[in-house]
């Protein structure tokens, strides 16, 4: 089993809609969650850390808890070409502060 | 402000030839990752250091070695290329543990 799982897509959604990506992890002492950024051919930039069950927004970008699900979610409002990526899940256990545990990514495709 | 600054960006090697990729930062961090991505695979890891004289193994660590030579370099050796090794090479820090990584602009390595 993975230690987190992402559909890797692509997920297609028009400009303006709302997008919304979704990540599941294996170990229930995770702790920390990030949602990177990666364009073609670049690497990976942080767009937001939750610790803490339920919302944390940011501005067009909510990232969303819920540990007795095991589940994270990163919703994009107003979604834009420009947000077209690949989005990646990062998740750290709360044994190893220093492993990062990826999925492999959902690609992200806005529609002009 | 360099950040996280990785030599070389790419890499031609034969079955069997050696090399060191270089990964150097400038933000006084202290733990620093080694990460191959490959297409469909997500980030994986293959060392770590957690601070200036410590590694560990991450995920993926068979065929490679690293070494932290002092607090800003961190480099991964390969010391026998095979063509398995053909990815995309990824240099990250973090200031502490639970904190989020800074990466590299990545080495693209191919070993025919």
């Known amino acids: 089993q993975k230690e987190v799982e992402q559909n890797s897509g692509p997920l297609s959604v028009p400009e303006g809609a709302i997008a919304s990506l979704n990540c599941t992890y294996s170990?229930?002492?995770?702790?920390?969650f990030f949602w990177y950024r990666q364009y073609s051919g670049k690497s990976p930039e942080l767009i937001m850390f939750?610790?803490?069950?339920g919302d944390k927004e940011d501005g067009r970008f909510t990232a969303q808890l819920n540990k007795a699900s095991q589940y994270v979610s990163l919703l994009i409002r107003d979604s834009q070409p420009s947000d077209s990526a690949t989005y990646l899940c990062?998740?750290?256990?709360?044994?190893?502060?220093?492993?990062?545990?990826f999925g492999s990514g959902t690609k992200l495709n806005v529609k002009p | 402000n360099a950040g996280v600054t990785q030599t070389p960006k790419f890499q031609v090697l034969k079955t069997g030839q050696s090399m060191t990729l270089q990964c150097a930062q400038d933000?006084?961090?202290?733990?620093m990752y080694w990460y191959r991505q490959d297409p469909g695979m997500g980030l994986r890891l293959i060392y770590y250091?957690?601070?200036?004289?410590?590694?560990d193994k991450g995920e993926v660590p068979n065929g490679y070695n690293v070494s932290r030579l002092n607090k800003r370099e961190f480099s991964l050796r390969l010391e026998s290329a095979a063509p398995s090794q053909t990815s995309v090479y990824f240099c990250?820090?973090?200031?502490?543990?639970?904190?989020?990584?800074?990466f590299g602009q990545g080495t693209r390595l191919t070993v025919v």
């Open positions: 170990d229930r002492g995770s702790q920390s």
């Open positions: 939750i610790y803490s069950n």
């Open positions: 250091s957690a601070s200036e004289g410590t590694t």
């Open positions: 990062a998740v750290k256990k709360g044994n190893n502060f220093n492993k990062f545990y």
């Open positions: 990250a820090s973090t200031r502490d543990g639970n904190t989020e990584a800074f």
């Open positions: 933000m006084n961090h202290n733990s």
